[in-house]
């Protein structure tokens, strides 16, 4: 008999066919499964209880899923995937400024749901694991500081925010510096995508990176390169 925790997903929609779909593909995967059909009832829900995950809608009744993420993320980090039937590249943005860990595009094929949801849950486990392995791992550059066991960064002496996603693509970037990683390979070592992925998610977290770390350290900032037609690096500067 299997006796690992039953991960919990909280499914957040406010079609009712949307969430009865997640909700049986979801538990026929072994999900325990929980729904909110409005955003103030899934702040709450996601307040009160520990999640694994949260399948976020972005157009709620009461407050949207980008005003329910904002506040979600003052004082948790639940992996966040959003569910929005606008594909747009302004409202992905919008989506990872406020903490969203991936999205979705509706009309949606659920078995990709289910991959992204694994996906992040990979990620989440693989992270915790490197925490406690490694509870002194900490890299130190000139103007850069990665604290790994606390999940800080501090650039020019000044500590920065950064969302659960930010700091990972920067740890592994930092974790090889000067290595030259394309977006493919960071879109599958960072986001564990295989088969799903948009590159331009890596431009997105890349470009508020930059904008986080130039609000602290410009120096700091300038350390992450773009190896035009290849990829990203994190450039080491010669003293």
Known sequence: MNN?????????DDEERIRRLLRMYLEKEGFLISEAKDGETALQMALDQDYDCILLDLMLPNMDGIDVCSKLRQTKNTPVIMLT??????????GFEVGADDYVVKPF???????????????TAAGAAVANDNRSNNIVFPHLVIEHDA???T?????VNLT???????????????????REQ????VWNYEFFGDLRTVDTHIKRLREKLTKSSPEAAAMITTVWGVGYKLEVPKE
């Open 151 to 153: 999940h800080r960064v």
């Open 186 to 189: 960071l879109l599958k070592d």
């Open 155 to 159: 650039a020019g002496g000044v500590e």
């Open 85 to 94: 039937a606008r594909g747009e590249e302004s409202n992905r943005v919008q």
């Open 4 to 12: 690992e925790k039953q991960l919990h997903i909280l499914v957040v």
């Open 109 to 123: 094929s659920p078995r990709e749901v289910i991959y992204r949801v694994k996906a992040v849950l990979r990620r």
């Open 164 to 182: 659960p996603k930010e700091y990972e693509l920067l740890h592994y970037l930092a974790s090889s510096p000067d290595k030259v990683f394309s």
